[in-house]
């Protein structure tokens, strides 16, 4: 268990187990480079070893540097340095604990599966199942237990966050800052550079307009038809969040959550384990009417007023489609800069709006689009990011 | 935009209410009807020097307890009404650069060369424009003035970040100038229609209350402290009406400020009672949408009614 005197050999041993353990943090998704490993190796020796929790504390203050890495952090190391009689490397097979019977705490996949063998699988692609065109009536009220995200998934994810180029020049502020080509004359700074002149001198500085991005509200259709895209699309709200600040997240199937700050969590595992907790009914059935008509009254203010784009991710599959659904919808278009709405339904080729709901919700939609796998997510950000058309409204509208 | 108004004109002082009671009888002496809660919240504002951040929907009297609050304590009431693009210059002081360039041409017609006397010069006390924000930090011979920030909501993220740092300190630093401290701070009152959510950095400083829609018998009791002159049979309707209106699923519910206009208007009309004519002619002092407005056509309205005018 302890080890008291480093022979010269352990020493060495040593030192690769706290690389192998760096390399295991950095495939768990940690950032970790090369600096925190000489920091390990130069903190080590000054620390008794023997003394485990002296050794997690000190590896936990090099290569911790985030809040949210410390339950990877916590995780990986359990399983790397075992309290096991000698000090194994253990970075090609790391027996898993027997956890069938416990459910797995977030991220403990992601460490285990970076620290077995590399296997370079892709993201599985989506099987097409049938359409389920039933919509449970009975709310399903159980707590879903979102199935732990593996480290394959978890890279890709962060390369097509790599990849977003999020929009950048959507909406001009009110707000000022100095700009050579602005129109507005900064006074100020043009006074105090003059008297470095004694006032001789004018050198006009000016002001120009800043531009911030847009918000983005997600509502997002939890229902059952939906849930084999739920888990991916709040990976991929979760990510956008990350990159711009002001994103609000709804979840609804028979009612409307707001997982806003479940989401904020900046490791993808917790937040997801805390929206499945503040949602009640996973997988139930949908009332699209009803959530929405919730949005429109409860939230609508609070969160469309800065000129946000709506994206409603849904299959838009409603029991009860009536004329109440048009009206909602269309009073949420009316209240927001762009409602782009998510189908994964179009991803089959003769897809045709038959359904009465889809009908219903067309007619308001700026924009009608697919989102189903990664790609489509791709192009959904392609499409974030170009600029908005200019917002005008035709003022006579289709009837519904 | 922002104004600062003396609403006392007397210069005297009032000593601050020693207990929940005390205020509640000093804001219904100016004709505030508060809820015990209200009462409390302000109270204790007071007591700890804690800002008072006040939500609630539009029309509830939010912004009327700063208003009544600076009245009654004998207070100066400095208003700033927040938009999107509030920023220092507008909110808490701007330099006179028109006056600045006079002064620099004027010393060198003079032919004063000293580059250091100039730039202390003209960044002095007189060339400062002050803002609300400003003005509540300076001292005032009344004691420490109410300072009223309405609809913070409307304002943007970054002027929330700049107010934590005035709230917390209450001083202010420019950079040509120095640092302006309030002897005593200020007694300050946030508004806000949560149009979006204010940060929780800003509400940890503050007192949080929500302002409801008051009950019927406050209601009531309003209206007639409000309307003079209106009969007692009309405003038991329209607070009724009113009411049976909030219990409606209704996309913007009236305020207390829409009672108050509808009843005016209807004594202003001369109505006796409410009758449907009279209530379909007036009914935009009330509803502001025109989906609500629809909503409120044929047998809602005559359901509606009918419970705002039975004689129980």
């Known amino acids: 268990m302890a080890i008291n005197h480093l022979a010269p050999d352990k020493t060495e041993q040593f030192a690769d187990n706290i690389v192998g353990f760096a390399r295991a943090l950095r495939a768990a998704g940690m950032p970790v480079g090369p600096g925190a490993v000489i920091d390990a190796m130069n903190a080590l020796p000054v620390i008794e070893i023997g003394n485990r929790a002296d050794v997690f504390t000190t590896l936990e203050a090099i290569f911790v540097k985030r809040h949210e890495h410390a339950l990877i952090f916590r995780q990986a190391f359990n399983l790397f340095f075992r309290a096991s009689e000698e000090w194994k490397h253990m970075l090609d097979s790391v027996p898993l604990p027997d956890q069938a019977k416990k459910k797995p705490q ?95 001198i004018i050198d006009l500085h000016r002001l120009g307009r800043i531009e911030k991005p847009a918000p983005i509200v997600a509502l997002l259709d939890i229902s059952g038809s939906m849930s084999e895209y739920t888990r991916l699309f709040l990976h991929f709200l979760h990510a956008v969040g990350d990159a711009r600040k002001r994103v609000s997240v709804f979840l609804f199937g028979t009612r409307l959550t707001n997982v806003t700050r479940a989401l904020r969590q900046r490791d993808p595992d917790e937040a997801l384990a805390s929206c499945s907790a503040a949602v009640e009914d996973w997988a139930g059935g949908t009332r699209i009417s009803a959530s929405l008509h919730n949005f429109n009254k409860l939230w ?101 | 935009m922002t104004s600062a108004t003396n609403t006392s004109g007397a210069n005297t002082s009032v000593v601050l209410p020693a207990s929940v009671d005390a205020m509640l009888e000093l804001l219904t002496s100016r004709g505030y009807l508060a809820e015990r809660s209200l009462a409390t919240v302000t109270y204790l504002a007071l007591r700890m020097g804690r800002p008072l951040f006040l939500e609630g929907e539009a029309g509830v009297g939010k912004t009327e307890i700063a208003k009544v609050l600076s009245a009654a304590l004998g207070r100066k009431l400095i208003r700033l009404q927040c938009y999107e693009g509030l920023d220092v210059s507008s909110a808490v002081y701007e330099w006179n650069s028109a006056a600045q360039m006079i002064a620099i041409r004027m010393a060198e017609a003079a032919g004063d060369t000293d580059r250091d006397q100039l730039s202390s010069d003209i960044f002095a006390d007189r060339y400062m424009i002050k803002r609300p924000l400003l003005q509540a930090l300076e001292p005032d011979v009344a004691g420490p003035p109410v300072l009223l920030i309405d609809e913070l909501d409307r304002a943007d993220e970054a002027f929330e970040a700049y107010l934590l740092e005035i709230l917390s300190d209450f001083q202010v630093t420019i950079p040509e100038f120095g640092t302006v401290k309030a002897p005593h701070p200020p007694i300050v009152i946030i508004t806000s229609n949560r149009t979006r959510e204010i940060h929780d950095a800003l509400k940890r400083r503050c007192l949080y209350h929500w302002v409801d829609y008051p009950a019927a018998d406050r209601e009531l009791a309003i ?37 108050i206009d509808w009843a005016t208007a209807l004594s202003e009309l001369d109505a006796r009672s409410l009758t449907p004519q009279v209530v379909g002619d007036t009914l935009g002092a009330l509803l502001k949408y025109q989906d609500d407005i629809t909503r409120m056509q044929g047998d809602t309205l005559q359901k509606v009614l009918k419970e705002a005018t039975s004689e129980n």
């Open chain 1, 300 to 400: 609508a203010r609070r969160v469309l007023s800065q000129g946000a784009i709506v994206l409603l991710i849904s299959d838009g599959l409603e029991r009860e489609a009536d004329s109440r659904l048009a009206f909602e919808m269309d009073r949420l278009h009316r209240s927001c800069r762009r409602l782009i709405w998510l189908n994964p339904l179009l991803r089959f080729g003769g897809f045709e709006a038959k359904a009465q709901g889809i009908k219903m919700m067309l007619p308001h939609v700026d924009e009608f689009r697919p989102v189903h796998n990664l790609s489509s997510i791709q192009e959904l950000i392609t499409t974030l990011s170009r600029p908005l058309p200019p917002h005008h409204r035709s003022l006579i509208r289709p009837a519904a």
């Open chain 1, 106 to 200: 977030a991220g403990s996949r992601r460490v285990q599966e970076a620290m077995s063998q590399p296997k370079m699988t892709e993201t599985p692609q989506h099987q097409e199942h049938d359409l389920r065109l039933s919509v449970s009536d009975k709310e399903i009220l159980q707590k879903k237990d979102f199935a732990q995200m593996s480290a394959a998934e978890i890279t890709e994810a962060l390369r097509a966050i790599e990849r977003m180029r999020l929009p950048q020049a959507e909406l001009l502020t009110r707000r000022r800052q100095p700009d050579p080509r602005g129109l507005r004359l900064d006074m100020r700074r043009t006074l105090r550079a003059s008297l470095r002149t004694g006032g001789d």
């Open chain 2, 223 to 259: 209206v007639k402290s409000r309307v003079p002159g209106i009969s007692a049979k009309l405003s038991q309707q329209v607070v009724r009406f009113v009411q049976a209106l909030r219990n409606q699923d209704f996309y913007k519910s009236p305020g207390v400020a829409e009672t």
